[in-house]
C-alpha cells in the first residue's frame, strides 16, 4: 500500500536549506497534560499474521512477495535506502535487538547469547556475547572484526564513506575482542541510552572494511550474508530479488526453499493478486474491498468453493458482485447485462477474477507509523505559534481518524504522542500541553494574532482619494484648493478605470482556476470575490441598493458576508497552501486533507489546495518547504531518543548563512526541546530517560508545529494458504518460519533465474 512518508533509519542524515524564523515558544496548558504513569488504554493492535507452528508448515515451495521496486541499495546505511532494502536485508543479516509486537527491543538468541551493561563508571561499557553457532555465508564466524570494521565506516571521522546516518556510532571510544572474537566490549566515550539501536542490521567487514565495498559494492549485490536466506540474484530489468535458503543457517531451518520479491506498483496489485503473479502485497482499501466481495460471493449462496480457490462462484454470485464494486445494484445490473454486451463480458471478467481473489485473505492491523499534518513554521502566518496552536485546536483529530480507520473495522484513537505509539513502553498521552479542540479558543488566539474577520479589506485611511492619501502616506500636505480638483480628478479616473479593472480581475480569476491541481477554498462561494476580499470595489452592490449605485468616493465598499467572514490582517487574508499528493494510493491523504481544509474553512482560514505528483511530493515539497499545510507519516521507532531528535530539532545555522534542518520539516524546535533529548539519550535509567522524553512531546505538542492525526491502517492480501506473515504491526517477521500449511508447488519462475 502506498502512502506518502519517510523512514526514520534511512533520512537522519538528510538536509534541507531553509530560512526559519525562531523564538521562544510558549508552553500553554503544561497543567493540562495527563499523569506521569503510563496510560492503561494504550493497548497495541494485535498482529494478524495467521500464526501457525512450525510443525504445521510445510517445508518447500516459493513465496512472491510484492514490494514497490528494487531497491537503489542493499546498503541499510545509504541515503537512498528503503522500505524494500529493510524488508530484504531483514531476510538475510543479523539484527541483535529486533523490535517485539509491543515495539519494543528483545535481544535474538539466533545471534546474542547475552548483551548487557557491564560499567557505567567511568565510562559506558557493553559487552557482546555471539552464539557461538552463528557464522557468515562463507563460513567465517561473526565476531568482533565485523563490529571494528562497522564502527569505523559509521562513526562519521572517514568522510569517504557516504553514509546517511552515524547516531551512536559517534558516542563509541573503542571496540575490544574479549576472550575470544566472540566476546566484543564497547566503550563509549558519552552515555549512550540506544546502544541497543547499534550493529542491527550487521554487515560484514567485506562491506564496511572500505569506502569502496561500503559505498558501491553493497548497492546491488552482498556476497556474505547471516541470515535464514542468502541473496540468489537481483535483476532490476525483470523487477525481482531472489533469495534462496541459506544452507549454513544454524537456526530454525527455513520452510520456504526460495523467496522472491517482485517489483509490482500499488495500482497493479489486484491484478497481480488475480493472475496469481504474487502470494503477499500490501495493498489499499480499495483492493481490500475487492478480495472481501469476492469471498462474500464465492460460493454462489455463500458456501465454500467447490473445487479449490473461487471454483464455486456462479455468475449470479458475480453479477452481484459486480453491481456492489461498480455502485449499482442487481436489477440495475441485470437490465445492462441484458441489454448490453459489454457488460457481459465485464461480469465475466470480473468472475475471473473473483474466482482467483477468493483465495486471498485480507490481514489487517495497525501500521507502526502515525500520519500527522505537518505546519511549515518557516515564515508567514505559521512562523506565529498563535496561529499554529489555532489551527490545531480546530481541527477534529477523532473524527479525521475515523475517517481513515472505521471504515476499514480498526481502532481509531488518534495518537497521543509523537515519540511513541500506543502499546509500546512509555507511551503517555501528552495532547493537553496543547489543549482540547475547542474553535472559539481558537478564534480567540488568531485576534491575538491580528487576524481577524474582514481583516483583509482595505482600510477607511487607504481608501481616501488617491491623490490625498498618497501625500498624507508621505508626510506631504495638498495645497489650497487642490483637494477638490484631486477627488473630481481621482472620481473620473476611478469610474472611468472599473471596467477594465473588473475584466482583468476577472480574467486573472479564470486563469487562476484553470491552474491544474490547485484552486482555493473559501473563495468560491456566491458573491465572493478574491482570497480575503482584497479585490471588492465601490461598484460592487450596496445592501438594498440598485445595480449602478455608488457610494461617495473615499467611502470603503461594503464586503460581501462571505468575505467578511475570512480572517485577514493589514489587507492580507489569512491563506495557506495546502500541498497534498495525487497519486491513486494517496486517496486517504486527500481525504484527510478535503475534511481539515472544511474545519479551517469553518473559522474563516482559506486554503489553497495544490496537488502534486506522489513521486515530487515529498523531495520537492516536504524537504524543501514549499508548503504551508501538508500531511505525511513517520515510522514508530523503539529508540526515541535517538531517532526522534533530528525531527523535532531546532534548525542550526549552517557556515553559508542558511540553515540545516535535518529531519525537522516544519522548522519548528526550540532550544530546550533539544536539551531534552540530549538528557534522555544520555541517561542509562529506562524510566529516567523515558520521563524525560515525556516532557519533550508536551512541549513538541505546545509547540503546534506537528499534529498526530492517525495511526496508520496496514493492509496486506495474503494467500489463504500461508502462515505466520501478514499485517505483522510492530514486530518483525521471523523468516524461517514463514510457509504455506500445504505443500506448494513450485510457481511461476524467478524470470528464468534458477
Known amino acids: 500500500m502506498s502512502h506518502v512518508g519517510v523512514p526514520r533509519g534511512t ?43 512450525r510443525d504445521r508448515v510445510a517445508d518447500g515451495s516459493t513465496l512472491n512477495w510484492a514490494i514497490d521496486a528494487v531497491p537503489s541499495t542493499l546498503n541499510a546505511f545509504q541515503a537512498d535506502a528503503d522500505g524494500a532494502t529493510t524488508r530484504i536485508t531483514g531476510a538475510l543479516l543479523p539484527s541483535l535487538f529486533p523490535m517485539d509486537a509491543k515495539g519494543e527491543p528483545r535481544l535474538n538468541p539466533d545471534y546474542l547469547e547475552s548483551a548487557k551493561v557491564i560499567e557505567r563508571e567511568p565510562k559506558q561499557v557493553v559487552l557482546y556475547k555471539l552464539n557461538q553457532q552463528a557464522v557468515w555465508s562463507d563460513g567465517r564466524e561473526i565476531g568482533a572484526p565485523d563490529f571494528v570494521a562497522q564502527w569505523r565506516a559509521l562513526s562519521g571521522k572517514d568522510s569517504a564513506f557516504w553514509t546517511a546516518r552515524n547516531a551512536g556510532y559517534e558516542r563509541i571510544e573503542k571496540i575490544e575482542r574479549g576472550k575470544d572474537d566472540l566476546q566484543v566490549r564497547v566503550t563509549f566515550s558519552k552515555p549512550y541510552a540506544d546502544w541497543r539501536s547499534l550493529f542491527s542490521p550487521l554487515y560484514p567487514k567485506e562491506v564496511t572494511g572500505s569506502p569502496g565495498t561500503f559505498n558501491d559494492g553493497a548497492r546491488t549485490t552482498l556476497r556474505n550474508t547471516a541470515g535464514p536466506f542468502r541473496l540468489r540474484s537481483v535483476n532490476k530489468p525483470k523487477g525481482t530479488v531472489v533469495l534462496d535458503r541459506n544452507p549454513r543457517w544454524w537456526g530454525d531451518e527455513a520452510r520456504l526453499d526460495s523467496l522472491v520479491f517482485r517489483a509490482v506498483e500499488p495500482g497493479k ?109 518557516e515564515s508567514g502566518p505559521l512562523s506565529d505559534d498563535r496561529v499554529r496552536r489555532a489551527i490545531a485546536r480546530t481541527l477534529d483529530r477523532q473524527e479525521l481518524a475515523d475517517a481513515v480507520l472505521k471504515p476499514l473495522g480498526l481502532p481509531a484513537k488518534p495518537p497521543g504522542s509523537h515519540l511513541a505509539l500506543a502499546g509500546q513502553p512509555g507511551y503517555k498521552d501528552g495532547s493537553g500541553a496543547l489543549g482540547e479542540r475547542d474553535t472559539k479558543e481558537a478564534q480567540a488566539l488568531l485576534a491575538d494574532a491580528g487576524w481577524t474577520p474582514g481583516g483583509a479589506l482595505r482600510s477607511t485611511r487607504d481608501t481616501k482619494a488617491g491623490s490625498e492619501a498618497e501625500k498624507k502616506d508621505e508626510g506631504e500636505k495638498p495645497a489650497a484648493g487642490e483637494k477638490a480638483a484631486d477627488e473630481d480628478k481621482d472620481e473620473k479616473a476611478e469610474k472611468a478605470g472599473k471596467k477594465d479593472e473588473k475584466a482583468e480581475d476577472t480574467e486573472k480569476d479564470d486563469k487562476a482556476s484553470r491552474e491544474e491541481g490547485e484552486y482555493t477554498v ?71 486533507g478535503e475534511k481539515i481544509v472544511a474545519m479551517l474553512d469553518s473559522i474563516g482560514i482559506s486554503t489553497q489546495v495544490t496537488k502534486v505528483a506522489d513521486d515530487s511530493y515529498f523531495k520537492d515539497h516536504i524537504a524543501s518547504g514549499d508548503y504551508d499545510l501538508a500531511l505525511y507519516s513517520w515510522p514508530a521507532t523503539a529508540y526515541p531518543a535517538t531517532d526522534g531528535r533530528p525531527i523535532f530539532a531546532k534548525p542550526e545555522p549552517a557556515t553559508d548563512g542558511s540553515l540545516l534542518v535535518a529531519q525537522n520539516y516544519t522548522r519548528v524546535g526550540s532550544d530546550h526541546i533539544d536539551q531534552l533529548f540530549d538528557r534522555a539519550v544520555a541517561e542509562l535509567d529506562a524510566d529516567a530517560s523515558r520521563d524525560l522524553l515525556k516532557q519533550a512531546d508536551a512541549r513538541i505538542w505546545a509547540a503546534a508545529g506537528s499534529i498526530p492525526l492517525y495511526q496508520r491502517p496496514q493492509l496486506v492480501a495474503v494467500d489463504k494458504k500461508l502462515a505466520n506473515i501478514g499485517a505483522f504491526g510492530f514486530a518483525a517477521p521471523r523468516y524461517q518460519d514463514i510457509g504455506f500449511t500445504a505443500r506448494q508447488a513450485a510457481g511461476p519462475p524467478a524470470n528464468g533465474e534458477k
Open 522 to 592: 473559501g473563495d468560491d462561494k456566491p458573491g465572493s470575490r478574491s482570497s480575503g476580499g482584497s479585490g471588492v470595489t465601490a461598484q460592487d452592490k450596496q445592501p438594498g441598493g440598485v445595480a449602478g449605485a455608488y457610494a461617495p468616493v473615499g467611502t470603503a465598499a461594503p464586503a460581501p458576508a462571505a468575505v467578511k467572514s475570512r480572517l485577514g490582517k493589514d489587507g492580507k487574508p489569512l491563506s495557506l497552501r495546502f500541498v497534498l499528493p495525487s497519486g491513486p494510493g494517496s486517496q486517504s491523504l486527500r481525504t484527510v
Open 11 to 53: 533520512a537522519r542524515k538528510r538536509r534541507s536549506v531553509a530560512l526559519l524564523a525562531t523564538g521562544v515558544l510558549t508552553i500553554p496548558v503544561l497543567a493540562g497534560c495527563t499523569s506521569d504513569s503510563e496510560d492503561p488504554t494504550s493497548v497495541a493492535v494485535p498482529q494478524d499474521i495467521a500464526p501457525a507452528s
Open 269 to 377: 496489485r489486484t491484478d497481480a493478486l488475480a493472475e496469481g503473479t504474487v502470494d503477499v502485497a500490501d495493498i489499499d482499501p480499495a483492493t481490500a474491498n475487492s478480495i472481501a466481495l469476492a469471498a462474500r460471493y464465492r460460493g454462489g449462496n455463500g458456501g465454500p468453493p467447490a473445487h479449490g480457490p473461487g471454483a464455486g462462484i456462479t455468475p449470479a454470485a458475480a453479477l452481484r458482485s459486480w453491481a456492489l464494486a461498480h455502485g449499482s445494484d442487481e436489477e440495475a445490473a441485470e437490465t445492462a447485462r441484458a441489454a448490453r454486451e459489454e457488460t457481459r463480458e465485464a461480469v465475466a471478467v470480473y468472475a475471473a477474477e473473483q474466482k482467483s481473489l477468493s483465495g486471498f485473505a485480507v490481514r489487517k492491523s495497525l501500521e507502526p507509523s502515525y500520519t500527522q499534518l505537518a505546519l511549515n513554521g
